[in-house]
């Protein structure tokens, strides 16, 4: 009997690990990364027999390494570099952010978190053992994962959750005009948002960032994962927008979850990481068959 209940209590263990589909035991080994003249301090999340690697971008906030995120991707066969954003945690450098009372969507900010992510990607490469490697990341990390895979041969994939596609001036009119209400949608319109976000006065002057200048040269299978209920970035001029880019003959998907808001990768709802999960292993398994060619 006590076989038994030893056995049924694996069983649960291995279940309980989210969706992973088996025991996959993953190495962590803490990294510095060197960008920019400071040190960024990260993590780097191994699995054995790893199929794909990707660098974990942070959305706006003071963010630290995304630990619990990587041991998920981990324990789905996909190794993973987590860092303290440039000024956070245990890393170097200067944060910028309304907390401090710094603009964190200023061009400038953006480019230097750009080429953080870039600095991981190089990283990471000494740690991939020629899986191909990929740039992950959230919200703000929509204007940042393109101007660090543009013109980087590194980069064989991207998957953003609830990443914008319009400018950072643009997002900023839509954010102010839905101002945190949760139920924005059930009192506007799709054209009431464009509108706004069209003829609206901006706030602040600073010099915006369109990431469709960077990803018109981007030629990486690319996934957005998006929530109907996004009161932070206008979703539907979003996809419209991809839509373009993809009669364009740019290798780019999108899904669209019509009970999510913002917060995609994060909700009691699994579906977008579980999808994200699986696309990354089938467009990298595309990559390694044509590569082995």
């Not at 993953?26 to 027999?49: C, H, R, W």
């Not at 945690?89 to 900010?109: M, R």
């Amino acid at each position: 009997m006590m076989k038994v209940i030893f056995l049924l209590l694996i069983h649960t263990v291995i279940v309980n690990q989210g969706f992973a589909q088996k025991f996959n035991p993953v190495i962590k080994q803490d990294i510095i990364i060197n960008s920019e003249g400071v040190n960024l301090a990260g993590t780097i999340y191994k699995p054995k027999n790893a199929y794909a690697s990707v660098v974990v971008v942070h959305g706006s906030g003071q963010e630290t390494r995304m630990t619990e995120f990587a041991e998920l991707l981990a324990n789905n066969g996909i190794s993973v570099l987590t860092y303290d954003k440039r000024g956070v945690g245990k890393s170097g450098g200067i944060y910028a952010g309304p907390e401090v009372g710094t603009n964190n969507v200023d061009s400038l900010n953006i480019n230097l978190l750009a080429k953080d992510a870039r600095a991981a990607l190089n990283k990471i490469k000494n740690y991939s053992n020629g899986t191909p490697i990929g740039l992950l990341g959230f919200s703000q990390a929509g204007w940042i994962i393109p101007i660090a895979a543009n013109n980087n041969p590194l980069v064989n994939f991207m998957v953003l959750f609830s990443c914008p596609t319009i400018t950072s001036l643009e997002q900023l009119r839509f954010q102010f005009y839905t101002n945190g209400n949760t139920n924005f949608w059930v009192n506007h319109t799709e054209e009431d948002a464009r509108n706004h976000i069209k003829n609206d006065s901006d706030r602040y002057q600073f010099i915006s960032t369109d990431p469709k200048v960077a990803l018109r040269n981007i030629s990486a299978p690319s996934l957005w994962l998006f929530g109907e209920k996004d009161i932070q970035i206008p979703v539907k001029l979003c996809i419209e927008q991809i839509n373009t880019l993809k009669s364009e003959g740019k290798p780019f998907e999108y899904t669209l979850f019509s009970n999510l808001g913002h917060n995609t990768p994060f909700a009691d709802d699994k579906s977008p990481v579980e999808i994200a999960v699986n696309w990354i292993k089938e467009k990298t398994k595309i990559y390694t068959n044509s590569f082995k060619k």
